[in-house]
């Protein structure tokens, strides 16, 4: 059963009619109602080929927040093996909001780490929503320095809110935890390449996408503030985040233009979550390409292109 | 007598009116609500004399007091593309740019500049809370970047006042992604092995405390400053509960380890002088009277400067 988004009622009804039809025929063999199912099966696929193709912002912040979208973990165990958990910051707590352990790649060992948002209300609330606290970004600095030492390519998979706003974070230092966090992304040695898989939210995405190559997937955002937010500063009204999603300018399709993201990986037609195995597919085929880009560059030159790619970043704004 | 109170004393009177009597004489201050003249609050840098509340003060105004002889050279900042986004809220960006302009006289919400420190010389970096919040767009990246940039170049230590809402939402991502450009400006010091001091003054929050604010190798606070990631206001909506006196001002992160140091602003310069001075090996300054500088200021001239 598919959670259908808000824009998406019109092909709920479409699905829901084709579906009803077909449970009626099953009980009742001398129905025939093939055709007509096979009709509204097209106006529906259709329909939705309609709706995807220009997706306005907001309407890509709700896909890029599905609940059924692939998440880090479904990425980890499709794409990789042996994937060893490693857990804790050594220093406080450890963090399930941030995912990351030893783990092959194509064989190759690598050193993966992600967001986590949660599949059902219990590992939601576990994962606290994918919403790091500091011992999540001390955790992801002690991994990428484990991985710096060893010579293991680091991926990272973005998918969060944001870093969590609370009591207990701050007192523990959320912003020295991030700053420490891109400052070690902007250090490492190694291969670093990030795939924003969902919501890239602010600093707490900063803080694991500076990296060599950054990917987005095509109805991912990534923005410097909740659409939300956004609109509840400027606009002094938090239901004119349309509006906000619009000037944000969050989108994959935006974010290249100014250079943010090195590619746009493709998804199935109408989202991630609609052929999750497929797009599972085009992540680790980018992975591996972005892999391959950067084996032969040296630990010198690997840091050197980093800094360089984001200090170039600005040189181009978006066309009128 | 009608004719002295109802025609002499109104002519009195309205003459006396008539003075120009300029505006701003008297500053209230914030916290206590006490009278401060401007003068002797601008001689404590906008300190009350009264309850040691720091109130805001102007990069220019603090570099006026900080410098030797209040001489200082701003430091050229390469100048961004303006509006990448052709961003729209309420307001064009552009519109809002030349209001805060206006407003403060200056060009962005970050000056740089160059001089000497009880004859020590450094760079220093001043962000403009009355400029946009000091928000952290394009420029401020490539003020902090161009000071780094002048601090390695001539062997100097940096010395940063943060004081920002956050990042620049009229930049959207790029405004975001100064978080890694200053952490990159940030490594090129620390490469160089010199010193980045960091003075956090009110408020500094949002992604300028998860960035450059955060990493210096002395971390100093003004009293009472509200530095923080998440507001209190965002934190008291998420977690449905009051937060406890004093969260997430300077103290509060003294207390909390967060921070190295809380320091008056008016013994401020002192203590950064001490300081840059140990980290640089230098001999103690001196202090008392000392000679007043001569006609040049004691630096070197900018390179690449066209001479006027």
């Known amino acids: 059963m598919t959670q259908y988004l808000n824009f998406e009622k019109p092909l709920a009804e479409i699905e829901g009619k084709a579906e009803e039809l077909r449970a009626m025929a099953r009980q009742n063999e001398e129905m025939d109602v093939e055709q007509e199912a096979k009709a509204l099966d097209k106006k529906a696929s259709d329909l939705l080929v309609e709706l995807y193709k220009s997706l306005t912002p907001w309407r890509k912040c709700q896909v890029a927040r599905h609940p059924e979208r692939p998440h880090c973990q479904d990425y980890i165990s499709a794409l990789f093996t042996e994937f060893t ?72 998979l973005v998918d969060t809110p944001g870093a969590y706003p609370g009591k207990g974070a701050e007192e523990r ?148 | 007598m009608n004719w002295i109170t109802n025609y002499v004393r109104p002519r009195i009177n309205s003459i006396f009116s008539r003075r120009e009597v300029p505006e ?62 052709h961003f729209k809220d309420q307001k064009k960006y552009p519109d809002r740019m030349k209001a805060a302009q206006k407003k403060t006289g200056e060009k962005e919400a970050m000056l740089v500049a160059e001089g000497e420190i009880g004859r020590t010389p450094v760079i220093c970096a001043a962000q403009d809370f009355s400029f946009m919040g000091g928000s952290m767009g394009m420029y401020v990246g490539n003020a902090i970047i161009a000071a780094a940039q002048r601090a390695v170049d001539l062997k100097r230590p940096l010395i940063l006042f943060s004081a920002a809402g956050g990042a620049r939402m009229q930049e959207g991502i790029l405004s975001l992604m100064q978080m890694p450009r200053t952490t990159v400006a940030i490594q090129m010091l620390k490469e160089a092995n010199l010193p980045y001091i960091v003075v956090l003054t009110h408020p500094t929050t949002g992604g300028v405390t998860a960035s450059y604010a955060m990493l210096g190798d002395v971390q100093i606070a003004e009293p009472n400053a509200l530095i923080c990631f998440a507001g209190p206001r ?42 840059v001075r140990m980290l640089m090996g230098l001999p103690p300054a001196i202090t008392g009277e000392l000679p007043k500088p001569d006609d040049m200021p004691a630096i070197e001239k900018p390179k690449n400067t066209p001479s006027k």
């Open chain 1, 173 to 320: 230092g959320q912003s020295e935890a991030i700053a420490r966090s891109t400052e070690k992304c902007l250090q490492v040695r190694v291969p670093l390449i990030s795939v924003v898989i969902g919501e890239g939210g602010s600093g707490g995405a900063v803080a694991f996408a500076t990296a060599n190559r950054v990917a987005m997937l095509e109805h991912s955002v990534y923005s410097v503030i909740s659409p939300e937010g956004c609109a509840s500063i400027l606009w002094k009204d938090a239901e004119k985040m349309r509006e906000a999603a619009e000037a944000l300018r969050l989108t994959a399709q935006d974010l290249a233009q100014l250079g943010v993201n090195d590619r746009i990986i493709r998804e199935p037609m109408g989202g991630a979550h609609r052929d999750r195995d497929a797009a599972i597919k085009s992540v680790g085929a980018a992975i591996s390409e972005m892999l391959a880009e950067l084996a032969k560059l040296s630990g010198d030159k690997l840091v050197q292109q980093r800094r360089k790619k984001f200090l170039d970043l600005g040189s181009k704004g978006l066309a009128a």
């Open chain 1, 85 to 156: 958990p490693l857990a804790g910051d050594r220093n406080f707590a450890e963090d399930d909001a941030v995912m990351g352990g030893l783990a092959r790649f194509n064989d190759q060992p690598v050193m993966v780490i992600g967001h986590e948002k949660g599949n059902d209300t219990k590992s939601r609330i576990e994962r606290n929503f994918g919403m790091a606290r500091p011992e999540g970004y001390r955790k992801a600095i002690r991994l990428m320095e484990m991985a710096d030492k060893f010579g293991l390519p680091i991926i990272t």
């Open chain 2, 234 to 275: 965002v934190i008291e909506q998420t977690i449905r509960e009051k937060l406890p006196e004093g969260f997430q001002r300077a103290e509060y992160l003294l207390d909390h380890g967060m921070l190295d140091r809380v320091t008056s602003r008016t013994k401020m310069r002192e203590e950064l002088i001490g300081i």
């Open chain 2, 24 to 85: 701003n004489l008297w500053t209230k201050c914030d916290e206590c609500g006490t009278m401060l003249f401007h003068r002797e609050l601008a001689e404590n840098l906008n300190v009350c004399t009264h309850c040691d509340h720091h109130m805001g003060i102007t990069p220019r105004a603090r570099f006026e007091a900080l410098f030797d002889g209040g001489i200082f050279v701003d430091v050229k900042v390469p100048a961004p593309i303006a509006d990448p986004l």
